[in-house]
């Protein structure tokens, strides 16, 4: 029997839950925290909210606010500064994938030595991290359960994969009503962002019985409201539902991990400032094609999560119609679907797709991947 590893942080759900935060850090240990977050947060008062608890909790705080999309690796190392000048002794990240990745890098940089590009990869983290607990506000990215973060090298423009358990946050607590402040446009991107995880995890080489329960109810979720979800930022049961989902996608891929789109989003995403989600939604259904060959139950059972009733069709028919139900989302939700609409240059498409090859998240890709293969792909995605 192989190996099963699953790994999980402390999970706290629900609407108001944002409250709990100081005596999380208490309960950790914490006196002096770090928190980091983005000027969009702030504006929306949820940076206010966490400051406020940690107050009435009786911690000191620094706020580190310099953030932006795509996190860069001089921002986390100007974020290590502030944590050490500060003396802080734990990480609080309040936002969407990009700051909770962000946040998890300070703490990783705060205890280790050297730039942020050493720790690219899997397991190259040395010393043990200062606790860190996580607020996502997208229900997106699955960050706050994740052991991985996203950080961009800017000087080869290139999206760095660190995984690592150490990037594990010790809470995550996730209240769906943060999402009432998110615009139209990171709802639909984040939607398909969840999407994609459940999708890439359930059929990754390293899913297991333990992240597919995870996976289903993810996809299953995302089929039923994230068409409500992005309708309207007032519908309460949509945003639980789609904050259950994004949850349960970031268990599933933080130990299943994932594939070819994370790879060949990450590639693009390291060159174009556009969000990550935008880039999935176009590519996505064109790497489903590519990989129904490798595991047509699977992708039956996409199928049927995304509603599909008719049992008595063969498993390559079944995976067919998975692909056409989330074109159809895809469509509904209007989020992108063509490459050229992002104005990605196709002289750069070699290159991505030699990066993309690299990327660890190629790893787990369920059908063997060339170089061409990734350049037919981007091509058909234009
Ligand atoms: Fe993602």
Known sequence: MNVHKFVLPEIIFGNY????IGDCCLRLGASNVLIVSDEGIAEAGWLDKVVENCKEAGLKYTTFTDITVNPKDYEVEKGREIYLENHCDAVIGVGGGSTIDAAKAIALLSTNEGHIRDYEGVDKIKHPLPPQIMVPT???SGSEVSQFSIILNSEERKKMTIISKSLIPDIAIVDPETLVTKS???TISTGIDVLTHGIESYISLA???????HAKNAI???GQYLRSSVASKYNKEAKTHMAMASLQAGIAFSNAILGAVHAMSHAVGGRYPVLHGDINSILLPHVMEFNLLANPEKFADIAYLLGLKDPNISKMEAGKIAIKLVNELIEDIGAPQKLSELEVKDSEIT???????????MLTNPRDVTIDDIEQLFRKAW
């Open 17 to 20: 839950t944002l409250s709990q």
């Open 138 to 140: 997208t229900a997106g």
């Open 184 to 186: 139209t446009q990171l």
């Open 207 to 213: 899913a297991t019985p333990l992240t597919d329960v």
């Open 220 to 222: 299953s979720l995302v």
């Open 351 to 361: 290159e991505m797709s030699y990066t993309a090859l690299h990327d660890a998240c």
